[in-house]
């Protein structure tokens, strides 16, 4: 396995601080005949060209009702839709993320976002540490409630109680990345003097994203337990609005909103070709970060020739250094 640096506290603390450029794996698909090894090629080709982050997404089963994902009552978003069917191809995210610790060097490795909730905390604290350390330190924890109830009800979970469920995993999960001799009681789980290692490589444990709109609950969550925020639905229509008003609500929560990292999205553009026009795209850059956006995720559609992508993605980065630093 090839294993990246181990960054010092020192060297997290800076770089955290400088925009950061970051990009999805396409990890899900309804092509059952896809070529996953061309994916992971394809983060590889990330690595090299200076990308500081990739996530990965998550599901691990499907209902019958894709419609429900534009539902904002059910943690959906307005307009939104499904990216593939019922029967659509998802890799699961840390082992998706862990072939690629073994085939990159640099690159941070995320989810945006894992349905933390579905796994058994404890299992998924030794998953993530685990990860941790084989990548050297390179691992964001991304996570959010979903929208989908039929998948916390095939895990015999309740979808009306998923807020607190994720709180309950982010506690366990805390709880034994940070302390040597753990204990917890809460109603859903209680232990005594638990010990697991190893420990995450990162000082405090895995750094964690919360996805969800502004609103009171994942305030607390974020001043509880984030290191960054994950914009969603209504946030990116006004988001230097939302990032003020959320480190409003993480600063009443006892959170540290100064150091709050907060993901963007830039706004592709396209010429008349439908190839992306990197010049123009970047436009969209300087007003995310004013608004106090530190990770800039482009959606954007990468050439399959890995020559070709290497060469789009090199010219994207160094455009995006060009105008953030």
């Known amino acids: 396995m090839t294993v990246g640096p181990i960054h010092c506290r020192k060297e997290q603390m800076t770089a955290h601080r400088i925009p950061q450029i970051s990009l999805q794996l396409r990890t899900f698909t309804d092509d059952p005949a896809h070529d996953w090894n061309s994916t992971l090629a394809l983060g590889q080709v990330m690595d ?6 990739v996530v990965v997404s998550d599901h691990v089963v499907f ?4 419609d429900a994902y534009a539902d904002p009552s059910r943690g959906g978003i307005a307009g939104g839709r499904q990216p593939t069917s019922p029967d659509g191809q998802w890799l699961e995210p840390l082992i998706t993320l862990t072939a690629l610790a073994a085939t990159t060097n640099r690159i941070r490795l995320g989810t945006a976002i894992l349905l933390a909730a579905l796994r058994r905390p404890v299992v998924l604290a030794k998953q993530l540490s685990t990860l941790d350390v084989l990548s050297g330190g390179r691992v964001d924890l991304g996570v959010g409630v979903g929208w989908q109830q039929e998948e916390y009800e095939a895990a015999g979970l309740s979808f009306a109680a998923r807020g607190r469920l994720l709180d309950h995993s982010l506690e366990v999960c805390t709880s034994l990345w940070t302390e040597s001799r753990s204990s917890y009681r809460s109603t859903e789980l209680s232990f005594e003097n638990i010990h697991q290692m190893p420990k995450p490589v990162q000082p405090g444990g895995v ?18 337990f984030g290191r960054g925020w994950i914009p969603w639905g209504p946030a990116h229509s006004d988001i230097a609005g939302a990032v003020a008003t959320m480190k409003d609500l993480v600063a009443d929560g006892g959170g540290d909103a100064e150091g709050l990292e907060v993901q963007g999205h830039a706004t592709t553009v396209k010429r008349p070709d439908r190839s992306v026009d990197i010049e123009a795209t970047m436009e969209s850059v300087g007003p995310l970060l004013a608004a106090g956006v530190t990770d800039v995720r482009f959606t954007v559609s990468v050439p399959r020739d890995p020559a070709h992508a290497a060469d789009f993605l090199k010219d994207l980065v160094g455009a995006f250094h060009e105008v953030s630093r």
């Open 207 to 224: 750094p964690i994203w919360v996805s969800g709109t502004v609103n009171k609950a994942v305030a607390r969550r974020l001043a509880r």
């Open 63 to 66: 209902g019958e009702n894709p």
């Open 48 to 53: 090299a060209a200076g990308v500081d982050r």
